[in-house]
């Protein structure tokens, strides 16, 4: 099992409480190309983590997951630093499974800066990204990694592990603050270009066709949610039912289209 924390001092209480315990634990660091996005995060086995729950206390940590190997390792480079830096630092506050994509996880990060000014500019530069002005929410991929910023948080959806979930928010840092200093030569753009399809939204419902909706399949309502047609929150499943946990990812991803609740229908 696998965890990181929102604090360095979290994770530093969390070492040596293990430690005081005679508890084994891995770690698995950010530093040094993905210090300024991460702190250190802990692989535990799962008797070791039902010992350590015991103990826990006050330790806040971010979530737990399954710990997958990372396929490649941080680089052995210091993160650039930027004169204007718009970004600042992110912590990883949730940490989760996808509940999309069995195998891969979610993370919702809080950065110290604020990216509001910066999104026009990014809109000019991003192939494909999708601007939503009035939410002040950025939307692209990084592969088939699905992206969601704002003002002073970024979720990824569907990042292969911690290391890749670093990487990510590393390049978001590296391409906001980049735009950010080049803004003198980009003419910013506040058009909504492109929208996540409509499957996107339709793998972030139940699936169970129930009709509550009124439509008659799930598919079918993805895509009128899709087109400004219907509002998410008549999915009563998820908002209401016994798919509760499915709110966030379907909430993420419907900023990205414009339509998420609070837009004009």
Partial sequence: MLTTFPKQSEFEKAVRLLDAMGLPCEVISPEPAYALVGVPALD?????RRAFAGEFGDIVCSGWVDCVRPAVGVPDRSPPVFDEDIFG?????VLGSCSTDEGRIRVIAHISGDLTDVFPYMNAR?????YNVRGSTFTFMDGYRIISAYPRRICVAKADEIVDAWRVLENVRLMANRVWGGRAEIEPSYELRAKPPAVEIYRRLPGINCRCCGEPSCLAFAVKVHGGAMDVRHCHPVFGGDYGHMQNNLLEIC?????SPGSDF
Avoid at 44 to 48: C, E, F, G, L, S
Avoid at 126 to 130: F, Q, R, W
Avoid at 255 to 259: A, N, Q, V
């Fill in 89 to 93: 630092y992110a912590r990883i506050m």
């Fill in 44 to 48: 535990i086995d799962v008797k070791t």
């Fill in 126 to 130: 991003v192939k494909d990204a999708s």
């Fill in 255 to 259: 900023e990205g289209t414009g339509r």
